[in-house]
């Protein structure tokens, strides 16, 4: 059983970090600008699954809805 006064300690907690990682996310391009290329290569391949969606093979049989 959750308590009112634990789920206004989550609500504060949970506040403060988003203004927290707010204010670090400005600070990103400014960072990034200082890293050297192999750097730079390794935190844009850390970060593409969260903005690109996974490129998976598919096989001919995966369309056999199709034929009906």
């Given at each position: 059983?959750?308590?009112?006064?634990?789920?206004?300690?989550?609500?504060?907690i949970r506040?403060?970090?988003?203004?927290?990682?707010?204010?670090?996310?400005?600070?990103?391009?400014?960072?990034?600008?200082?890293?050297?290329?192999?750097?730079?290569?390794?935190?844009?391949?850390?970060?593409?699954?969260?903005?690109?969606?996974?490129?998976?093979q598919?096989?001919?049989?995966?369309?056999?809805?199709?034929?009906?």
């Amino acid at each position: 059983m959750v308590l009112e006064k634990d789920k206004l300690k989550a609500n504060e907690i949970r506040e403060t970090l988003t203004k927290l990682v707010m204010a670090e996310m400005q600070k990103l391009p400014k960072l990034f600008e200082e890293l050297e290329a192999k750097e730079k290569l390794d935190v844009l391949c850390k970060l593409l699954p969260f903005i690109a969606p996974k490129i998976e093979q598919i096989h001919p049989n995966d369309f056999n809805w199709i034929k009906d």
